[in-house]
């Protein structure tokens, strides 16, 4: 582990509430887990950490109250499922890497890459969770709020795409090499602010 990782894992630790987090995943542990004894209140405590969770303290009014037809409705609806999900794999790991993301202070270095590792979580649970008309508003919405976390660099969703573009577009694992079609996005593209200079290709499944 490098000394950047090791400093970033050790302020993620730091900043656990060890006894907010074993009350809270009582709920989630598997039958017959050991249960750690919890003074009164657990359901308060659940509930402030499933708030954290999916971000209601730090999101803009704007989203938490968008109705339907509203710009960032989509991501009022994402985040709602992404709470109701958390008794799920995927959306479990989703929503730490998000909350990782937004939470913890890194090099922008450090940040770009787990931005793209958390929009590869999204794009698996989108796929499994998500109906595709909400997808195609919610994926750029989602990117430009990542976005802000960063100064150099932005992200962006390149969903609407069709072709394959070996500028733009790398093949995961799985894909057909020799097909132009792309079947599904897989990360966000990455680009330079200053001058919109593709930094990290957006791998696609093709």
Do not use: W
Not at 134 to 150: K, Q
Request: proline share 4%; aromatic share 6%; hydrophobic share 45%.
């Amino acid at each position: 582990m490098s000394d950047r990782a090791k400093r970033v894992l050790d302020a993620v630790v730091a900043a656990v509430d060890r006894e907010a987090l074993s009350r809270a995943l009582e709920g989630v542990a598997p039958a017959g887990a050991s249960q750690v004894a919890t003074p009164s209140g657990t359901g308060e405590t659940a509930a402030a950490v499933l708030r954290k969770i999916v971000l209601s303290d730090i999101l803009d009014d704007s989203i938490l109250g968008a109705r339907p037809g509203e710009t960032s409705y989509p991501l009022r609806v994402f985040f709602g499922t992404l709470g109701d999900s958390l008794d799920q794999d995927d959306a479990f790991a989703l929503a730490n890497g998000i909350n990782f993301f937004f939470r913890v202070g890194m090099d922008e270095e450090a940040k770009l890459v787990l931005g793209l590792e958390v929009s590869r979580l999204y794009y698996r649970f989108a796929a499994a969770q998500l109906d595709g008309e909400l997808v195609r508003p919610l994926s750029p919405l989602l990117a430009r709020l990542m976005s802000t976390e960063l100064s150099t660099v932005s992200y962006e969703a390149i969903d609407g795409a069709k072709a394959f573009d070996s500028s733009l577009h790398e093949r995961g694992l799985g894909s057909n090499g020799s097909s132009p079609n792309i079947l599904a996005p897989k990360s966000f593209l990455c680009r330079v602010v200053s001058n919109q200079r593709v930094r990290i290709k957006a791998q696609v499944a093709t």
